[in-house]
């Protein structure tokens, strides 16, 4: 079993930072972990996937603006946001789960959620 507790959200400028955080407890080894996130008009959206220090993906939307970064051991991940939009306001999540065939950019993909921390960019 996988526990997954996000932090770091709040409220920022249209133009400012914030730093996520994601603290994953239990087997996790060999995993890929990601930050989807959700506005309530929208469904959960790809923002981005880690499967080790060398392999990242970003979303379009958020490429050049965000960087994901953690630790090998799988236990931790960051998501360092700058640049922040209004339209970047959503809960994100971060997930996990073992490597597959199914496209990382699908919630599917995933076994594994946090609980979820709101982010709120005000222009």
């Known amino acids: 079993q996988v526990q997954l507790v996000e932090s770091g959200g709040g409220l920022v400028q249209a133009g400012g930072s914030l730093r996520l955080s994601c603290t994953a407890s239990?087997?996790?080894?060999?995993?890929?972990m990601a930050w989807f996130r959700q506005t309530p008009e929208k469904e959960r959206e790809f923002v981005g996937v880690?499967?080790?220090?060398?392999?990242?993906r970003y979303a379009d939307s958020v490429k050049g603006r965000f960087t994901i970064s953690g630790d090998d051991a799988g236990n931790t991940m960051y998501l360092q946001m700058s640049s922040l939009k209004p339209e970047d306001t959503a809960v994100y999540y971060c997930?996990?789960?073992?490597?597959?065939?199914?496209?990382?950019?699908?919630?599917?993909?995933?076994?594994?959620w946090g609980q979820g921390t709101q982010v709120t960019v005000s222009s």
């Open positions: 997930a996990s789960g073992p490597i597959s065939t199914i496209s990382v950019q699908t919630p599917r993909a995933y076994s594994y």
């Open positions: 239990g087997r996790t080894w060999r995993h890929k």
């Open positions: 880690r499967w080790d220090s060398n392999t990242i």
